[in-house]
């Protein structure tokens, strides 16, 4: 681990001669976040390998050198998209990051989704549309008391309405065209989302643990994706990216 720290920060050093940017990415805050840490060795994709230093207590450890490589070149091309004005949609559905994955969007200005992945989501986006038009129009005529002429009973079934649409369309409430990027927290979870912006021809970033084969995305990442710490680490280097280019 020693070694593998030393070569990042040499690698950094010679970026920083050059001018390039490394976006404070930093082997110690990784390692101490649990990027390294893969699943079993016994649960491990073949295409994974070239990723891999060695095992610890039966686990799959993740060579952090590369996964600083695939992160610079992943913030590296969302810098490039949000300058040009296109829209990356953030999808992160686990249980243990979904408010994780809210905050950094709403922080970022950027579309997501953290509950239910929704088929047709890229591939029917007419028809999402559709629903998000109807919920936002539902809430205006709320917001408008127009909702009062009805009776208590239908006043409760139009705001569990609502709710549910707002638990479904909540984090693309704004989106008004299929995003150009996806960044993807979980491939094995949530792999109908890259199904579907693969049909599209949209670009897939992605965070590849042990178990998942990094192919699936374009801007593979290699790291654990388990840990809210090591997830965090990732968005919050994300929301610092976005941030320079909106300034």
Not at 19 to 44: D, T, V, Y
Not at 93 to 103: A, E, G, H, P, R
Not at 179 to 205: H, M, Q, T
Not at 238 to 245: L, T
Request: contains cysteine; proline residues 3%.
């Amino acid at each position: 681990m020693i070694e593998e720290i030393k070569k990042i920060k040499e690698k950094r050093e010679k970026e920083e001669k050059r001018g390039e940017e490394n976006f404070g990415i930093n082997a110690e805050e990784m390692a101490r976040a649990g990027l390294n840490f893969g699943h079993r060795a016994s649960n491990i994709h073949p295409k994974m390998k070239p990723y891999i230093v060695g095992i610890k207590n039966t686990v799959n450890i993740i060579d952090l050198e590369k996964t600083a490589e695939g992160l610079k070149q992943a913030l590296r091309f969302i810098q490039k998209i949000i300058f040009e004005k296109k829209v990356l949609l953030l999808v992160g559905t686990k249980i243990q990051i979904k408010d994780l994955v809210k905050n950094i969007a709403d922080d970022c200005g950027l579309p997501y989704v953290n509950e239910r992945w929704l088929g047709g989501t890229i591939t029917n986006f007419g028809t999402i549309k559709k629903r998000i038009d109807y919920f936002k129009d539902l809430e205006v005529k709320k917001e408008k008391g127009e909702l009062e002429k009805y009776t208590k009973k239908e006043r409760a079934g139009i705001d569990k309405e609502l709710r549910d649409l707002g638990v479904k369309f909540g984090g693309i409430r704004n989106l008004e065209k299929i995003p150009e990027a996806i960044f993807v927290l979980d491939i094995k979870k949530d792999d109908l989302a890259i199904r579907e912006a693969k049909r599209k021809g949209i670009v897939v970033i992605a965070i590849a643990d042990t178990n998942v084969d990094p192919t699936l995305a374009d801007f593979p990442i290699p790291a654990n994706d388990d840990a809210i710490s090591s997830v965090k680490y990732i968005l919050d280097k994300v929301a610092e990216a976005v941030k320079k280019v909106k300034k």
